[in-house]
């Protein structure tokens, strides 16, 4: 516009040269007339003497407004009644605020929409509105994410509804999910280790992805960087690059898969947590049937499946993730599955062998193959959290001896029946502790303190403190102990209250008397003399 009006200025202005402005903006030469009409009031306002010195007092954006902002949490209501209550409150009174609609159009013009969603709701919802780059495409194995999530579905965890947790590996440059674990409950290093192994073996039915690739990103999660799983990546040669808290956007491979998981599976399954429910409340139906935690795991699998092999990804322009797997030349470095699983175990150093097994944790750990070698030392490894094996081996040369089982172990049953006092206990003690703990206080309007309901009166206060010490603490001993039996009857005991005398009627004992005889006391308790001898 401002070329059209130059030439407008030095009368070279012509038709044509508004058609093909028309035709290059694919707009009409009416249109182009028109901007050129606004352009020239524009043009006209900003050479005015007034215009420039309105243009520099109209409001802006002061920082108190900005904190302002901040404290009312983008209320900009709020923040105009608190600008208002201010200059009255100034003494003289100052001018008053701008209006309503003027505050909004500075803050609108002045402030960002980033801005704005900052103060109103913190930096997560700020950086909806940022702008965040891409990374260029490299070669497979070249840098894998990871993350946990906890799937949004209900499935029965032997008869308990629980929600479990993915934990898996993506190839940033293919978009292949390499490795995956599912836990029925929070997840822990040994789900890592899992979702790792699975990630780097290549053969059934792990293939054709895997292999060691150069590096791995994490976000900051202490099962990724826990001492077993550092240990495992720094003896298999892979970098751990631990990115900064709360930047979700590093990593976007893997949670793109994170979003992409829910509405094309999960969405589906029963269980759902986020499907709508009729009704006002949004409680799970009690007829509902929910998937066994082994269909659930077989439908993630087969969903994994899927996206390797069908699915096709737009960063791939039209592949699968296979097919750019296969596609790229780069070679793969591969892991014997012997060596994998001793360098995903956790190190508990060294043992001796016993007549009665190895011991660990406080257990006995036996095997078939520890007959005859007794007394030899030994290094245990075993996978976090799996204590019925444990991997022995020869602690001199790293030789691999065998598994060792725990001795004596349960039956399913006796561990399920433990499992279900402990929990009826702390179902007991949790009630109790909320009993105790439950006090009401009373309504106010206006402000006073705070006074607290169901007192009790002095008689019952009274009553309550003699229960209590009055209270049997043989009835709290535990039931096996040996009752108390009566003292021989040589053995000096305190006397009793009152003594019979030749008469036959109780004497009171005298205040400080222990019921024996001067003769008796003495001799109990002799004296010494100067000389150290007793008396």
Request: aromatic share 6%; charged share 25%; net charge positive.
């Amino acid at each position: 516009m401002r070329r059209l009006l130059a030439m407008r200025q030095e009368g070279k202005l012509t038709t044509h040269h508004v058609r093909l402005t028309a035709q290059a903006l694919e707009v009409t030469e009416r249109t182009v007339w028109r901007w050129l009409a606004a352009a020239k009031r524009d043009d006209a306002a900003a050479n005015e003497p007034g215009a420039r010195a309105q243009t520099q007092n109209r409001y802006t954006v002061t920082p108190e407004v900005r904190r302002l902002l901040a404290l009312w949490k983008g209320n900009v209501a709020a923040v105009h009644r608190e600008l208002t209550a201010r200059a009255a409150r100034q003494s003289p009174p100052t001018a008053p605020p701008p209006s309503l609609p003027t505050l909004h159009r500075a803050i609108r013009r002045d402030l960002t929409p980033g801005e704005r969603a900052g103060l109103a709701g913190g930096e997560r919802a700020a950086r909806k509105h940022d702008v965040f780059l891409s990374r260029p495409r490299s070669w497979r194995n070249q840098a894998w994410e990871t993350d946990h999530m906890q799937a949004p579905v209900l499935v029965d965890v032997d008869g308990t509804a629980r929600r479990p947790w993915i934990t898996w590996f993506t190839d940033c440059a293919t978009n292949a999910i390499t490795g995956i674990a599912v836990t029925p409950v929070h997840p822990s290093r040994e789900s890592v280790l899992a979702a790792l192994r699975s990630a780097v073996l290549r053969e059934a039915p792990y293939g054709p992805f895997g292999g060691l690739p150069e590096k791995v990103r994490v976000d900051r999660g202490k099962d990724f960087l826990s001492r077993t799983v550092t240990a495992a990546f720094d003896i298999l040669d892979v970098t751990v690059e631990d990115l900064p808290a709360y930047t979700p956007h590093l990593k976007g491979t893997v949670e793109g898969l994170n979003r992409a998981v829910e509405p094309m599976l999960l969405a589906a399954l029963p269980g759902y947590v986020h499907q709508p429910r009729p009704g006002k409340r949004a409680s799970r139906p009690k007829d509902e049937v929910l998937l066994s935690f082994q269909d659930f795991t077989a439908r993630l699998l087969a969903w994994t499946l899927w996206w390797n092999t069908e699915h096709r990804p737009t960063p791939l322009q039209g592949k699968t993730p296979l097919q750019a797997w296969q596609d790229d030349p780069t070679p793969l470095r591969d892991v014997p599955t012997a060596d994998l699983w001793t360098f995903t175990l956790e190190d508990a150093g060294t043992r001796t062998l016993t007549t009665r097994g190895v011991r660990f944790h406080k257990r006995d750990y036996v095997g078939a193959w520890m007959t005859g070698q007794a007394g030899i030392q030994v290094r245990v490894r075993f996978m976090p959290h799996h204590d019925h094996q444990i991997e022995i081996y020869h602690a001199a040369t790293g030789r691999y001896l065998g598994p060792a089982h725990l001795a004596d172990q349960a039956t399913d049953e006796q561990i399920s029946a433990v499992r279900r006092a402990r929990a009826a206990r702390s179902r007991r003690l949790k009630k109790d502790l909320e009993a105790s703990q439950r006090e009401r206080y009373a309504a106010v309007t206006q402000p006073e303190e705070p006074r607290r309901l169901g007192t009790l009166t002095t008689a019952q206060a009274e009553a309550e403190l003699a229960q209590a010490s009055d209270t049997d603490l043989s009835q709290l001993s535990l039931p096996d102990l040996i009752p108390p039996a009566m003292p021989p009857a040589g053995w000096r005991t305190p006397a009793s209250l009152a003594v019979l005398t030749t008469s036959g009627r109780p004497t009171p004992i005298p205040s400080g008397s222990d019921g024996a005889s001067a003769p008796d006391r003495q001799a109990a308790h002799p004296t010494t003399d100067e000389d150290g001898d007793a008396s």
